[in-house]
């Protein structure tokens, strides 16, 4: 008689969160094709293919990133593919890259994909992407219905980078709603920057309709008023957006940004020049040349298959190097709004803010997991509400019905954290291990696709998931 196996895998004696089926203490986790089979106090031992004893660590549903980055619309110096094993060996199992461009996308994932399941956006650069500055509603009409057919989940307003005017920024917003497609917005707009004056604008270009707003905590850094008085009227702008804006925040200090100057040796990007003002450095070569050898700034840099911060001379080279069109980073993300940002309620207890996300992948600062861990360590988070912002309000978001939770029949996304250190220690997508003891081991990746990027996905040979937006908090109750 041959014993029957009622799972491919159990996780053995760990402390599952589940606040979707209110578990919360020490049970097993069965797993068997790919989907959690049950989740029970114990189970034999004889039923499981594989045991993975995760004793005293906590088993939460897999992290899913709202904001990453893991391709990129233009040349970057660093290969941003390289954020797929960075991102998993953070403990994440499903990103939304923000942006980028789904083709790209494509070619990084199976070249050095780690597990994940990805969603696509492109970002809208002119002439790059999109073949005019301000594009007419037509343009943008046949570029969303484009990045769908390329298996895109919609589009990114580069507000901070490639501004519109407001006009064409709400016809961004209305030809992505119209296709039910995904739209995000890093604010700005010509007539305002990457900060709360690009941020008031938004409700008036959001018109009607539906939008993620990206990185709240990107314009609340202090650059029009003080950072809580930001923090405030952030949270008051989107009370007022409540059922028509998605948010997230990020916990890194570090942002992330690019130190192009022009033939004046002035500073192209209001991000970079933010970065600068914020300390009192001219918005040029010589204000970036000097930041960077402060170790104020950082330039980013691939060594040994992951991007990493570097400062100094050798920064400067770096910049230099790529005639200064290179990713930097300067930590101008104030502790004190992340940490308002993060744990900001309504009355009833739901979260102001919906999710933590990373804004990193390629960028490191993939700290999302162990900061959210420290803000329950301190007390500002159950461990319930982490799991809720980490995993289960961004599974809604992204309209993704079969993660988030540990229902029977979900999909087997699972993520382990160390309760000593808050990071993650193990992950797995669809059952299979992609992340052990913080060294990335899947390959690969799932593409998860509109109806529209179905033959786009097959023809990749990489597996991938259908996805309907209508599911998805973006256009909850939209007609
Ligand atoms: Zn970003």
Not at 62 to 72: E, K, N, P, Q
Not at 263 to 281: F, I, P, W
Request: charged share 20%; proline share 5%; hydrophobic share 40%.
């Amino acid at each position: 008689m041959t014993i029957h196996q009622h799972f491919d895998t159990v996780l053995i004696n760990g402390r599952v969160v589940d606040p979707t089926n209110n578990i919360d203490g020490k049970f097993d986790v069965g797993i068997r094709l790919g989907k959690i089979a049950s989740v029970a106090e114990r189970i034999p031992p004889e039923q499981a293919g594989d045991i993975i004893d995760v004793t005293g660590q906590i088993v939460i549903p897999g992290h899913i990133d709202t904001h990453a980055h893991l391709s990129s619309p233009f040349n970057s110096n660093v290969d941003r593919a390289y954020g797929h094993a960075m991102l998993v060996e953070s403990g994440t199992t499903t990103a939304l890259d923000l942006a980028g461009d789904p083709t790209a996308m494509v070619q990084g994932m199976i070249k050095r994909g780690a597990g994940l399941n990805v969603a696509s956006l492109m970002g809208l650069v002119p002439h790059e992407t999109v073949p005019e500055d301000d594009p007419r509603p037509a343009v943008l009409r046949d570029a969303v219905a484009d990045v769908k057919r390329r298996g895109g989940f919609g589009v990114k307003m580069l507000g901070g980078y490639h501004p519109f005017t407001p006009e064409s920024s709400a016809d961004v917003v209305a030809a992505a709603n119209e296709q039910l497609a995904w739209v995000a917005f890093h604010v700005g707009t010509k007539d305002s920057g990457s900060d709360m004056t690009g941020l008031r604008e938004v409700p008036e270009i959001t018109g009607n309709g539906r939008l993620h707003v990206a990185h709240i905590n990107s314009y609340t850094r202090g650059m029009i008023e003080e950072p809580h008085e930001e923090v405030q009227e952030a949270l008051g702008l989107i009370e007022n957006m409540r059922s028509q804006w998605i948010t997230e925040a990020y916990l890194a200090q570090a942002n992330g940004t690019n130190g192009l100057c022009d033939e004046n040796g002035d500073v192209v990007y209001n991000v970079a020049q933010n970065c600068l003002k914020a300390r009192g450095y001219p918005t040029t070569d010589e204000g970036i040349r000097e930041s960077l050898m402060d170790g104020y700034g950082s330039a980013l840099i691939e060594r040994g298959g992951r991007v990493i911060m570097v400062t100094g001379k050798e920064a400067v080279e770096i910049w230099e190097s790529a005639s200064t069109d290179a990713s930097l980073s300067y930590p101008v993300n104030p502790p004190t709004s992340a940490f308002s940002l993060a744990t900001a309620r309504y009355e009833d207890g739901t979260f102001r803010i919906d999710a933590i996300s990373t804004d990193g992948g390629s960028l490191p600062r993939n700290v999302a997991i162990e900061r959210t861990m420290a803000l329950v360590e301190f007390g500002a988070l159950s461990m319930d509400e982490a799991v809720i912002k980490l995993s289960y309000t961004p599974s809604r978001m992204l309209g993704l019905l079969n993660k988030g939770h540990f229902t029977e029949g979900a999909d087997a996304d699972v993520t382990v954290i160390n309760p000593s250190s808050g990071k993650a220690s193990m992950s797995l997508v669809a059952g299979e291990l992609i992340m052990l003891n913080r060294r990335a081991i899947g390959k690969g990746g799932t593409w998860l696709v509109l109806d529209e990027g179905k033959d786009s996905a097959a023809a990749t040979g990489l597996p991938y998931e259908v996805i309907n937006l209508e599911n998805s908090k973006l256009y909850a109750s939209w007609s």
